[in-house]
């Protein structure tokens, strides 16, 4: 082991995705820490292979900076797969992780190295999400990343811990429950965690196109993977039974088409008038608080009515998928 190498206390690594002035915003933050440049290298991993993003992460490891390596990654696909990678890479004993789309708090790695006592094997850092004073539903539910317990948008792992249970399940293509995996994995082999709530990461959130609810239901297939492989741990600390409200939504739109389609129109009118009403209750209670725009209320409206069946259907994609029960 080189001198150099010797000193390195932290490797941050920072998986990207086609998002240049993201990831040009975070690695400015990551430049600016009180930690000294020497004790911590930063290792950007590609998952989408361009000649912009290199030049920008070598660029940014020039004068005095911390060394910024960059990783393409062309064996897989998806946050978890690129995060191998880097972590594989890592030349340090602790790693840190975060997302292309964060701002670093100056002292984030200082607060971070901080909470790695010895015999701790993890700690989870705390992440900022600035709303406005009116936030839409889709930003209120976005910014619940806040109350994650473990989350890869700010985390410290030790290198050996990862080594020794394989880092992520590359089976995790989205950004989406791969924290949890090993979050779980972590809590299964005994490893020791840690809150370092002084460790920050700011998480503005991004621009959403409308409805954009109802596409991000898509990644409820990877809940049932998560069940699979942790069902108690899924039960107590994700969601302690089904989707009950999603499924008697589901259940009475199906019923009073069925009914309808048979000429029993009784059946059909009173399943239909109840699945409307749990649908406007639906919309009603995610409508209130939330910002008083037309467009709000739009988007919230056609969502009230979309994302239930969108929510079943992905989840019987995931049954199917992992052969595991309903999560």
Not at 159 to 185: I, N, Q
Not at 194 to 199: E, L, R, S
Not at 212 to 223: H, N, P, R
Request: charge should be positive; charged fraction near 20%; aromatic fraction near 10%.
């Amino acid at each position: 082991m080189s001198g150099a190498e010797a000193s390195l206390c932290v490797t941050v690594v920072v998986p990207t995705y086609r998002r240049p002035d993201l990831l040009a915003r975070c690695l400015a933050a990551l430049a600016a820490q009180t930690l000294h440049p020497g004790r911590y290298e930063i290792v950007v991993c590609d998952d989408g292979p361009g000649e912009d993003v290199r030049r920008l992460a070598l660029a940014a490891g020039g004068g005095t900076g911390p060394e910024v390596r960059y990783v393409p990654v062309t064996a897989t696909q998806g946050p978890a797969g690129a995060r191998n990678a880097g972590w594989r890479s890592a030349r340090a004993p602790v790693v840190a992780f975060t997302d292309d789309d964060t701002v670093p708090d100056p002292h984030w790695l200082e607060a971070g190295l901080a909470a790695m006592a010895p015999g701790v094997d993890a700690a989870a850092g705390r992440i900022v999400m600035p709303l406005p004073q009116r936030p839409t539903d889709y930003e209120r539910d976005a910014a619940r990343l806040e109350n994650a317990e473990f989350a890869t948008a700010n985390c410290f792992v030790r290198t050996a811990a990862l080594r020794a249970l394989g880092g992520f399940d590359e089976r995790y293509t989205l950004a989406w429950r791969e924290d949890s995996d090993l979050h779980f994995a972590l809590l299964e082999s005994g490893a020791t965690l840690v809150a370092a709530p002084d460790a920050v990461v700011v998480h503005p959130l991004r621009p959403a196109g409308f409805a954009a609810g109802i596409g991000m239901q898509k990644k409820i297939v990877f809940d049932t993977l998560l069940y699979k492989k942790y069902p108690c741990l899924y039960r107590q600390r994700i969601r302690p039974g089904p989707p009950w409200f999603y499924l008697a939504v589901v259940l009475a739109l199906a019923v009073g088409v069925a009914a309808m389609l048979g000429g029993r129109f009784m059946l059909g009118g009173t399943a239909l008038a109840l699945w409307l009403a749990l649908t406007l209750g639906f919309f009603a209670r995610r409508l209130a608080g939330s910002a008083p725009t037309l467009r709000n209320a739009a988007e919230v409206l056609v969502t009230s009515f979309l994302i239930p069946p969108a929510s079943i259907f992905w989840r019987i994609v995931g049954t199917l998928r992992f052969r595991q029960g309903f999560p």
